[in-house]
């Protein structure tokens, strides 16, 4: 693996075989989770494919040529074209070796393949998700001298890091921005010396023998599991949702309301994050439409009234959405009155759904105690019906779901664990 700056590009790259050049920048967490998977794959690529990095802050003249608008992003090349693709953000593993797998003969990969040695690795405990939940159960953990390891399928820090704005967390007297409150959490807990295995694949868990497996070849051994893996947005479920999810159609606002400056937005839903999140979305968008199935929001009260007095927001009350569909730059949502049977079609830029969440158990669904929602069952020590598995936040049956209540969680198990383990 070799470092190289721009000038170097032309030889090192163009004028080579088969490259995957990593831009990273400091201060950058997706480009640290990125480092140790991209070294350790440089091990067993690396006679055949060249692995070389470059500092994009220090390199800006090239990132800008090559289209490089975030870090850490990876490129593929074979003989000076580039080939394959950009891999940017919270960057998996199965994806960088799909990537490469692409650049070689089936046969060579076949042989690489075999080299591919299954590492086993044991702790006291594993956190399966790096919310706010699972950090803080982490931080107390660490601060036990318990030997843990945090996994997560994505980047540290949840829901709350691409919450653009958290104003009810204690301790802060200005309301903050949730990527800095997240990546607090997270710098206080990795600090601490917990372990991070984050952007991974997680093959399979067994509860019962406290197994995980991440990208196919690495088994994490543990005495307890605490799951802590929150939720997911729930899909309306109308046609067109799906196909234009990521295309017009967005599930966080902080992520997506910057690009509609002067634009047309329409959120359905009616509870606090769709009332929260529309009042942050008209920053930028000229108008927006909230489309809510009840007479009236089920949002706080201090949320709605700023919702009533924001001029540039309409409500249509009692209505659903039908179908979405693509007009060019425009999305159509057509939506119908639920009394009336009335329909009509909404023209705007984007559409924002925040309809309710739903507990991520897909990898264990079948071996806990469950409400009939489907969120997990936990006694007073967050204990779940699986000896020595703890579930914590917003993944379990309770009334309240925040990021307080997801800390005190945490907070318990990690407590009850280490007495347990003491
Ligand atoms: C738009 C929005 C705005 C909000 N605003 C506020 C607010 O202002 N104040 C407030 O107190 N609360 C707010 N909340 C609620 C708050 O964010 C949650 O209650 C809190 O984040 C729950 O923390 P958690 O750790 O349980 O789960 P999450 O924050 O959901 O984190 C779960 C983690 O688990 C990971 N994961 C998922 N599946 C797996 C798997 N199979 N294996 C491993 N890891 C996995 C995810 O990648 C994620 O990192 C908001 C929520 C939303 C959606």
Known sequence: MKTINSSEFEAEVLQSGKVVLDFYSTECPPCEALASKFEDLSLLYGNDVKFLKIFRQGNRELADKLGVKSSPTLLFFDNGKEVGERLTGGVKRIDIIRNLDNLLPAEKVKSIKS??????????????????????????????????????????????????????????????????LSHNMSEQTKLCGTIYKVAVDITRVDLEKKE??????????????????????????????????????????????????????????????????????????????????????????????????????????????????????????????????????LLSDGVFIFIGMKPNIDLFRDKLELDKWGYIKTNEDMKTSVDGVFAVGDVISKKYRQITTAVADGTIAAMAIAKELD
Do not use: W
């Open 115 to 180: 080299q591919i040695k299954h590492s086993v690795s044991e702790f006291d405990v594993i956190i399966l998700g790096a919310g706010p939940g699972g950090l803080t159960a982490g931080l107390y953990l660490c601060q036990s001298k318990v030997n843990t390891v945090l996994i997560d399928i994505a980047l540290p820090g949840g829901h709350v890091s691409t919450t653009h704005e958290v104003s009810n967390y204690p301790g802060f007297i200005e309301p903050q921005a949730g990527y800095m």
């Open 212 to 345: 995980v497996i991440i990208d196919e070849y690495e088994t994490v051994k543990a005495k307890k599991i605490i799951i802590a893996t929150g939720t997911t947005p729930n899909l309306t479920g109308a046609p067109g949702e799906k196909e234009l999810k990521g295309k017009g159609i967005s599930y966080c606002a902080t992520c997506d309301a910057k690009y509609f400056d002067g634009k047309e937005a329409v959120v359905i839903g009616g509870g606090n994050s769709a009332v929260e999140e529309s009042e942050y979305i008209t920053r930028f968008a000229s108008k927006l439409t909230i489309v809510h199935q009840f007479d009236k929001f089920t949002a706080n009260k201090q949320a709605q009234d700023k919702v009533f007095n924001n001029p540039k927001i309409n409500i249509l009350f009692e209505n659903e959405p039908r179908s979405f569909t693509r007009d060019g730059d425009k999305i159509i949502t057509e939506i119908e009155n639920v009394k009336t049977k009335v329909k009509q079609k």
